[in-house]
Each structure stands twice: as structure tokens, then as C-alpha cells.
T-cell receptor
Framework: DAKTTQPPSMDCAEGRAANLPCNHS???????VYWYRQIHSQGPQYIIH???NNETNEMASLIITEDRKSSTLILPHATLRDTAVYYC?????????????FGKGITLSVRP | EPEVTQTPSHQVTQMGQEVILRCVPI?????FYWYRQILGQKVEFLVS????????KSEIFDDQFSVERPDGSNFTLKIRSTKLEDSAMYFC????????????FGPGTRLTVL
């Protein structure tokens, strides 16, 4: 898998936007960027993914730089329930295996 | 919304005993996975399963581990002779098809080996 680098932690105030950065400078042209989160010890939860274009869904927005070497996950109005570990993952190309390799992620703390 | 389910939520066993962890993947998904997370550590890939056979397994997935899809809905992980170091959260995941990497995870089974 392409290696990703995330800061270990960040915090933001409730109601404000949380911008979570990720570097993936070795990403290749057909590899997607995926974001998952894990709240406490629950199962990882899929958030969003993208290839080149910015993506938005009901949970978050994903901004990918033009050179695709980095991306930012944006939670537009963070709530206390968004406190979690967020993982930026670049899986190997889709195929039979397509396992996910989790790093340490970034711990987001949303403060009241 | 369809989801992956896992049972039991917590399993306590004695060292050397066999355990079976059960998962019901999302209906019509074709690819199945087991991951584990030792307390305080990263989520680690164990095994992937497609078309009734193992696609890939990690170094962790030794001869003590096996997986099975006994019927059209369940996907199981068996640990033949549990060790203390097998204590962890075990997560099942499923994926719809080739062409997407999106995996959906279950809530996990906490395995405690005494």
C-alpha cells in the first residue's frame, strides 16, 4: 500500500470545521484515498474516498491536491460524537485482496 | 441500511480452548475479511476470503487460525488453541465486488483469553 503520514492528534471546538491532513506522496495514478474512523474500540467506519476530484457526502468532504500527494478530510461542523481516530488509507489497487493497512491515524478530540 | 454483524460481542475463554467467532457480512457482498486489534495497537489484517477460498493471509494467520463460509450468510474465524496473546478485538469486514476497495466493518468481538 502507498504509505500515508498523518499528525498524531489534533483538536477542534464543537461546531467548527475539523480539517484533517494526510500525506501520500508515493500514491500511484490509479490508487484511491480512503478515510475511515474508529470511535473508541468500535469497528472502523467508512467515511469517504476519492481518486482525483474533491468528494462530498453526508459525513464529510475530501479535498485532494492536484498532484494527489496529499489530501484533507473536512468535517464541516464537528460534534462531540466525532471524537475518534481517523485513518487515511491508500489500499493496493482493487482486486481480489484489496486489504486495508491501518496506521496509527490521527486522534481528533472535539472539545465543547 | 445493511450492516455487518458479529457474534458474540465478548468471548472469554481459557488458554488452549477453541473459539469460533461469527460474522454475517452484508448480503450480496463477495469479499470477506478478518482483522484484529490488540488493545492500544493498530488494526491488523488477518485474512481475506473470496470465492470460497483464502485470497491472502498475514503472518499472524498461522495454522491455529482457519476461516469458513459454512452457508450463504455466515463467515467464521476459528482459533484452534487459543493463546494469551490472541486476546484482542476481532473485526469482520465485507466488500461488494472488484472495482471498489470500500470495506464495511462489523462492531467486533472482544476475545479475552485467560
Amino acid at each position: 500500500d502507498a504509505k500515508t503520514t498523518q499528525p498524531p492528534s489534533m483538536d477542534c471546538a464543537e461546531g467548527r470545521a475539523a480539517n484533517l491532513p494526510c500525506n501520500h506522496s508515493t500514491i500511484s495514478g490509479n490508487e484511491y484515498v480512503y478515510w475511515y474512523r474508529q470511535i473508541h474500540s468500535q469497528g472502523p467506519q467508512y467515511i469517504i474516498h476519492g481518486l482525483k476530484n474533491n468528494e462530498t457526502n453526508e459525513m464529510a468532504s475530501l479535498i485532494i491536491t492536484e498532484d494527489r500527494k496529499s489530501s484533507t478530510l473536512i468535517l464541516p461542523h464537528a460534534t462531540l460524537r466525532d471524537t475518534a481516530v481517523y485513518y487515511c488509507i491508500v489500499p493496493q489497487s482493487t482486486g481480489a485482496n484489496s486489504k486495508l493497512t491501518f496506521g496509527k491515524g490521527i486522534t481528533l478530540s472535539v472539545r465543547p | 441500511e445493511p450492516e455487518v454483524t458479529q457474534t458474540p460481542s465478548h468471548q472469554v475463554t481459557q488458554m488452549g480452548q477453541e473459539v469460533i467467532l461469527r460474522c454475517v457480512p452484508i448480503s450480496n457482498h463477495l469479499y470477506f475479511y478478518w482483522y484484529r486489534q490488540i488493545l492500544g495497537q493498530k488494526v491488523e489484517f488477518l485474512v481475506s476470503f473470496y470465492n470460497n477460498e483464502i485470497s491472502e493471509k498475514s503472518e499472524i494467520f498461522d495454522d491455529q487460525f482457519s476461516v469458513e463460509r459454512p452457508d450463504g450468510s455466515n463467515f467464521t474465524l476459528k482459533i484452534r488453541s487459543t493463546k494469551l496473546e490472541d486476546s484482542a478485538m476481532y473485526f469482520c469486514a465485507s466488500r461488494a465486488r472488484a472495482g471498489t476497495d470500500t470495506q464495511y466493518f462489523g462492531p467486533g468481538t472482544r476475545l479475552t483469553v485467560l
